[in-house]
């Protein structure tokens, strides 16, 4: 692991105040790191913290605790930086019905301050990339769902960020637009983009990442490969890998809550 | 990793996301309609409104004491009582204490002696700006049976002192006839009857100012609150709804430029809407008011001068508005229940408008600081051509420090996490909780 690091979270907390629950704890001292290059796969229940963590990495939402750097710009200090080095997709992250999927790609780009020539150049090879041509001038709101994620990829990597940031990405995706959306992923690792990824499926996750991070009730339990969670749970489907570390969790908190546990 | 190369200065960024939003808002059809066709609608709903509050202050005038200069030709003689039977009680109400009117006999001539004297003379010769005198009546000489009343109807102590000779004078006149057939011994009828003859010394130009200026200012804020209202909505609780707020968020250029990015565009649509209804309004009172006949004396023309003149105390308002409207409704998780939040709020802007257009109300220096009314006053004295400097500076210097503060304000409130991501829609009661709470990227 001699490449450099890509995402680096140390004791990361996010709390959430509610008027009804008080304070609700969606993430707990987590410790992240992914390099350069890397497909980095962050697994967990619903309701584990994987979004809330994400959102924190992606600068959405600020952390109550602990500290995040994208690229080596902290995410609290400089989050405009942090923005203009990541590509974040998620299924929150809808496009602009009224605009055209070409005026989505030129906003964004603008926005970044691409200048012209190579702002047209770009926009031009992403339409033929991601084959979106033969709708470019087609408001948001009429495309299928499909063509609405290859618009959204298209708009996530248009400034070539060096992370990429996604969230359940094929989450209510037919087959076809997930397969397509799993080669994408598999693409961004040949061209050096380290990718984190949020996935309840684990076949996903199997397939896809070189390290996985299993995450549960906002901490992360374990981090390594495949092989090496196999290792050390024990087990060789990664659902009982899943499984073994979220139930030896529990056993930990049992313990930990129990009277005279937390000495113990 | 290599930093990304490009940047974007938060000013451009300001401006590419308002047009952004500004052409997502055109292409948005229930926004254009509700923002552009239904002000225009509304109009007849907005004159009703302006005569009910006119009615009320239809009271206050009755307590005004007016002053009327009683001049008459070298040789004629003004007829005994009737100083007495103008300031007095009405004939149909001989009890009745009567209305505050001064009888100021003066005489006409070229070279007056006393500034009564040379307000008669220039009333009688088309002047209106008297300041003394609100009217003068005018007897005529000799033989010749006639009283001519000269006022300015733009002045409305001066339309109050034509309403109270009216009430007066002609029972008078018939009381005089009377007393002469006596003396004559003759029938009253074979008598020539006292003309009575009102003159409207105010150009016709001047009488549509005043018209005007009773409508014009209410419907300048209903105008730029109506344009701000859908589009405040739709880019906020609209945003929400469409599920495309995150992706806002990620825009890479500060958040204080995306929202301020956003009541510009709202702001930009309130103008638009502003500047069409008022050319609406341009282009087809005076062709209204023509198929009226003869029953209106007077003409509209919009006037050109007072709108450039009241632009940027406009345009500052037009902002005040759109951050305030654009803040609360992005406490709104919907479409429909950011148009049900911003329904009360929208009367905050409307009520003092209507109250804005009651005779009697001007701009002092104390009233340039009352937020709404402040531009509806000033621009109500600028339509009639009042010079009233100090408070025009006044009234722009709270609109600007009202527009930065409601600006300040929105721009904070929308910063918020608890706000800008939640599902469900926030009560305007915990806005100042929601200012105070953490939980902000810039």
């Known amino acids: 692991m001699d490449r450099p690091a890509a995402i680096e979270a140390r004791g990361l907390e996010k709390v959430f105040h509610d008027p009804q629950r008080g304070d609700v704890r969606a993430v707990s001292g987590l410790d992240l790191l992914a390099l350069e290059g890397e497909i980095y796969g962050l697994l967990g229940p619903n309701g584990a913290g994987k979004t809330t963590t994400l959102r924190i990495l992606s600068t959405i939402l600020a952390p109550t605790g602990g500290t995040a750097r994208i690229a080596g710009v902290d995410v609290t200090r400089d989050p405009l930086e942090v923005r203009r080095r990541i590509g974040f997709l998620s299924s929150s992250t809808g496009l602009y019905p009224r605009l055209t999927a070409r005026e989505t790609l030129e906003y964004f780009g603008k926005l970044h301050g691409m200048p012209p020539e190579e702002l047209r150049a770009r926009v031009e090879e992403l339409l033929d990339t991601f084959d979106i041509r033969p709708f470019e001038h087609g408001r948001c709101d009429g495309l299928s769902t499909g063509q609405k994620q290859r618009v959204s990829i298209a708009r996530a990597v248009l400034h070539d960020p060096p992370v990429l940031i996604l969230d359940e990405p094929t989450t209510g995706l037919d087959i076809l637009a997930s397969s397509a959306m799993i080669d994408f992923i598999h693409s961004r690792r040949e061209a050096g983009t380290c990718v984190l990824f949020s996935t309840h499926i684990l076949s996903e996750a199997e397939r896809l990442c070189d390290r996985i991070g299993v995450i549960h009730a906002g901490r992360m339990l374990d981090v390594g490969t495949l092989d090496e969670l196999r290792e050390r749970t024990g087990r060789r489907w990664l659902e009982d890998v899943f499984k073994a570390l979220v139930d030896s969790s529990r056993e930990t908190s049992a313990i930990a809550s129990a009277p005279g546990g937390a000495r113990a | ?442």
């Open chain 2, 1 to 442: 990793m290599p930093a990304p190369r490009h940047r974007t200065s938060p000013f451009r960024a300001i401006l590419r996301i308002a047009k952004k939003e500004l052409l997502a808002s055109l292409r948005d059809r229930q926004t254009a309609i509700y923002t552009f066709v239904l002000p225009i609608c509304l109009y007849p709903v907005i004159f009703w409104v302006a005569i009910q509050g006119a009615l009320l202050f239809q009271g206050r005038r009755e307590h005004t004491t007016v002053s009327i200069g009683l001049a008459r030709a070298a040789d004629a003689v003004i007829p005994e009582g009737l100083p007495a039977a103008l300031a007095g009680p009405l004939p149909a109400d001989p009890e009745g204490s009567g209305q505050p009117i001064r009888v100021i006999e003066v005489d006409v001539r070229e070279e007056p002696a006393t500034h009564a004297e040379a307000e008669a003379w220039a009333l009688r010769e088309g002047s209106s700006d008297a300041d003394a005198l609100d009217a003068v009546l005018f007897l005529a000489a000799g033989d010749e049976a006639r009283a001519e009343l000269f006022y300015d109807s733009t002045e409305s102590r001066a339309t109050v002192a034509r309403a109270r000779i009216e009430e007066r004078l002609p029972p008078f006149a018939q009381s005089l006839r009377a007393q002469r057939a006596i003396e004559l011994s003759v029938a009253p009828d074979r008598l020539d009857p006292i003309a009575i003859e009102m003159h409207d010394v105010a150009p016709s130009r001047d009488r549509g100012a005043v018209a005007l200026s009773m409508m014009l200012p209410m419907l300048l804020v209903i105008m730029a609150v109506m344009g701000a209202f859908f589009p405040a909505v739709d880019l906020t609780a609209g945003e929400k709804e469409r599920g495309t707020a995150e992706t806002t968020m990620l825009l890479p250029v500060p958040r204080a430029a995306i929202h301020e990015g956003k009541i510009l565009a709202v702001c930009a649509t309130a103008v638009i809407a502003c500047f069409l209804n008022l050319l609406a309004i341009g282009l087809s009172a005076d062709h209204l008011l023509a198929s009226l006949g003869s029953a209106i004396d007077f003409r509209i023309e919009l006037p050109v001068t007072a709108l450039l003149a009241v632009a940027p105390l406009a345009l500052l308002f037009a902002f005040f508005v759109s951050a305030v409207l654009t803040g609360v409704a992005g406490l709104a998780a919907s479409f429909k229940e950011g148009q049900a939040m911003l329904g009360p709020t929208q009367m905050l802007f409307i009520l003092p408008a209507v109250a804005g257009i009651m005779p009697g109300l001007e701009l002092s220096p104390a009233m340039a600081f009352v937020p709404v009314l402040n531009v509806v006053l000033a621009f109500k004295a600028m339509l009639v051509g009042k010079a009233l400097y100090l408070e025009y500076a006044l009234t722009a210097g709270a609109l600007l420090a009202y527009a930065l503060a409601a600006i300040a304000f929105a721009v904070r409130l929308l910063s918020r996490e608890s706000v800008a991501l939640s599902g469900k829609t926030l009560p305007l009661t915990n806005v100042l909780r929601l200012l105070r709470s953490g939980g902000a990227h810039r």
